[in-house]
């Protein structure tokens, strides 16, 4: 449960507010990091107020966005209204105001750009509308979020005339964020503060690769590569109640190496065998781990009968923790709720082992295995010392599933095709040292899924999707998460020679994903009850049109999934 906030601003009708960050540490001889971001407005006051009544029909809000100090190249911030904070706000001021509708409010763009050597932007307004509709007496919140992500990323590729693929891969990245946290405790008292966040990270990685087309057709494949990155974390307290918290100020640089070589090979035996094998050996160093490892891979293919196929596979990999998570941070989310950095995280592996059995190229039949050592993931634990929950990513023991699913595809008439998926899974988390506990949990989950095509018309051509699924009580960790099911439909209109279409999707049409998801926990005097509500529902309306012979440019993705 990582929650991070920009800076949030909040709006009423008869009381229009707007709550804002505001950095007021002095910058001229130190920096907390490459540099932040905050709302002009922010330097003096925390709210920012107006009134209306009924011949008010419209106001405009202009501020203006403001660096610490004049940075060396163009920095882009972006904007947005940001409903989803609404719920903390009331939360943490006990009140129950609603989110200002969309149709009353105008944000007159979405960025901006604060020039190189310059600390303002241009100005920036918010413009409330047809504000004599609103009801009288009733208060409505806006929040308004500012924060900023940077990334460049340049790779340099060659390839030989005899298979040989190189490159050197160059990926910067910058983010920063602000949280303004207010927290009025049982005796009335509070509490404020401002932090500052920011990650820093420089990535890059060289590789050589080669291939071999041998006789009697076999194919050799190897090679090698280097990846090294830096990483700064910082985050900073800035008390406004005079308060000192500087003692929660972090500032960590993290430097990362991983070294792999890899062999492999594969081979058709004739018309009903092909297989393929690798090995991925792997050094990994960081400052407080370092480690060998190997990681192999095979793939059998049996094919007796066109109608009948077997497939043997056992994979294995390695996933990382994030380069936030192995910060030394503590982050708040209320006066309770606090999320901790884990900086002795390790990566965690994962071996799977697959047999499918296909029948007339349709049926599928599967048994699968998948077991995680060292699986990393964030629970909740209750301090045994203070009252506080304390959300931190640790890792188990191991994650074990076994699990079997059948795919069936079945057709009525021209105008019906379906799937039904069928699973069934046995899961096992074991912790035998989680703070101060240990859990060993294990249940038996099963999912049930039907995928619909339906042709309504040919002349013109509409085509309907319906997907329904179900998912049995399962567990996460220590955790039991009650059942959840969805509903995703969507209509397409197929025209002009096929070349174009008009599409309505609605995803969880019932907001019953993750709407709606109760979460226990019961372990060795730990007791918790979390009900969570997420707005998952989305409808997208979308035209798309193919022009002849044009083809989409493929360009390699750039993994940020370790960037915060």
Known sequence: MRIHKLYQCFAAAVLLFLLVACDNTDYSEKSPFDNSAYLNVAASKNTETFTFNRKVTSQTKTFTVKLSYPAGDDSKVSLKVDPSLVGVYNAKNDTHYEMLPAEHYQLSQESVTIPAGKTTSEDISIRFLKLDELEIDATYLCPLSIGGARMHNIALDYLSSFGMKAGINYTSYHSESHQQFTNKDNKNQTSEFHTTSGQTIDRWKIYVDQSHTLPREWTLNYGTSLTYASDHNTQFYHTQNGTDMSELNTNNRYNEYTYDFYVGFSKNMGEHLSFSASITGEYYKTARYHAWAAYPTTELTYVMTPAHILQLSFTSDKTYPSYWDLSESTGYISGYEEVQGNPMLKPSTDYSANLNYILKNKYIFSLAYDYQPDLFQQLAYQSTERLALIYKTLNWDYQQSFSATTIIPFKIGHWLDSHVTLQAEYRQAKCNKFFDLSFNHSKWIGLAMLQNNIILSTKPDIRMELTGLYLSPSIQGSY????????????????????????????????????????????????MDMHTNNYSRNITLSFTYKFGGYKEKQHKPIDTSRFK
């Open 480 to 527: 039991d998460l009650n059942h959840i099911w969805a509903i995703h439909t969507g209509i397409r209109w197929n025209f002009a020679n096929q070349k174009a279409s008009i599409q309505v999707k609605a995803n969880d049409l019932f907001n019953s994903m993750e709407g709606n998801i109760d979460v226990t926990l019961r372990n060795k005097g730990q007791y």
